[in-house]
Structure formats: C-alpha cells, structure tokens
C-alpha cells in the first residue's frame, strides 16, 4: 500500500515567494495532519482535518500560513509570503481515526533564503 | 509542566545492552501512548504503541505503560547501532473536538559497536 506521499522533498525559494507544499494522505484514512520540525522547537502540529473539514489550526504561527483539503485524497500548505524563519522540514502525516496511529510523509525540507 | 517531558539525552549505550527511555505526561484523561523511531533525515516511524497498564513486548521492544504515575518508557534489548535514532513519545490530547497526538522532544540514542 501507498503511504503519504508529499511533494516536493526539497525546495529552496527567496524570502517574499509562495510556497506550496501539497499532500496526498493514505486510502480511507479519515484525518490528517500538517507538521513543522525544527531543532529548536520539536515537532509542531499546525493544522489538522477530519474529513476534509479543518479542525484545529491553533498551531498554524500566522496568517500567512493557509492550509486547504479540497478532497479525501489532497491537502495543501501555503507560505505567502515566505520569510527566512520558515525554514524547516514540513510532514504530513494520516490516520484512520482518532486516537489511532498517525502515519508520515517523508516531509519536504524547506529552505527560505 | 509539559504536555509530554522526555529526556533529550543523548543516551549512549554499547552494543547488546538495554536502552531504556522514558516519558511523562501530564492529562490524565490519556488513553493510548505511542512511540515513533525518527532517523536523522526521516521522517518519524510508529514502533510500538500501548493502551493498558503494564508492559507490552514485540520483539526486542517493550513498551511500559503507568497511568498512575503518568509515565511511559520503552526498553530496547539487545541494543544493536543500527537503533541509534532519536524516540519520539506521542500522547493524545484535545486539539478542536478530538483527541490528537502531542509529541515530546525526543530522546536521542546512540548505540556505540
């Protein structure tokens, strides 16, 4: 079975760009989630979906982070504008259900220049 | 107090020996516990998860769970270089209308041939 693919794995852009990082989450899983990792401060949820529907984005840092699920099968995150302190590694991960184990992407290692 | 407190570590252990990592948690409401094996450059792998009080085993893996006391460890016997990664613990708490994981920091093992 597929796992949760995400695209791109790297990119590089200058300071003011757009990013988009997009997510395809695993077959029947019901959740999803968008986290941020750096070595300062860990591994942070910034937004998550049941369904489609986002749920929490508490952890989303400022309104220049978007983040839609237009279908079952494909979620995006957006940066407009980007900035240098955005520079981090970007997991989506998926689960079945609440509660149950989350399963990650590979990530996409972001660099703001 | 945090949500989820692991020792950062690094923890070095030499090969064969007994690696034991520990977590606490501070919701009591928590009901499943987890622990993903991230290596440098991954993204984070489920290894072991445990719902009930006491131990689970699974392979050289034991997962020790004490709601009472709020803490959770994971013992990795026959510690082989290959397991040198940082452990992440997972604990559940509400974000929005559900239960989500809140990961800790992460110990970080070395296991030295």
């Known amino acids: 079975d597929a796992g949760v693919i995400q695209s791109p794995r790297h990119e590089v852009t200058e300071m003011g760009q757009e990013v988009t990082l997009r997510c395809k989450p695993i077959s029947g899983h019901d959740y999803l989630f968008w986290y941020r990792q750096t070595m300062m401060r860990g591994l942070e949820l910034l937004i998550y979906f049941n369904n489609n529907v986002p749920i929490d984005d508490s952890g989303m840092p400022e309104d220049r982070f978007s983040a839609k699920m237009p279908n079952a099968s494909f979620s995006t995150l957006k940066i407009q504008p980007s900035e240098p302190r955005d520079s981090a590694v970007y997991f989506c991960?998926?689960?079945?259900?609440?509660?149950?184990?989350?399963?990650f992407g590979d990530g996409t290692r972001l660099s703001i220049l | 107090q945090k949500e989820v407190e692991q020792n950062s570590g690094p923890l070095s252990v030499p090969e064969g020996a007994i690696a034991s990592l520990n977590c606490t948690y501070s919701?009591?409401?928590?009901?499943?516990f987890f622990w993903y094996r991230q290596y440098s450059g991954k993204s984070p792998e489920l290894i072991m998860f445990i719902y009930s009080n006491g131990d689970k085993e699974d392979g050289r893996f034991t997962a020790q769970l004490n709601k009472a006391s709020q803490y959770v460890s994971l013992l990795i016997r026959d510690s082989q270089p290959s397991d040198s990664a940082t452990y992440l613990c997972a604990v559940p708490r509400f974000s929005g209308s559900a239960r989500q994981l809140t990961f800790g920091s992460g110990t970080q093992l070395t296991v030295l041939p």
């Open positions: 919701d009591r409401g928590s009901q499943s």
């Open positions: 991960a998926s689960s079945l259900s609440e509660n149950q184990p989350q399963h």
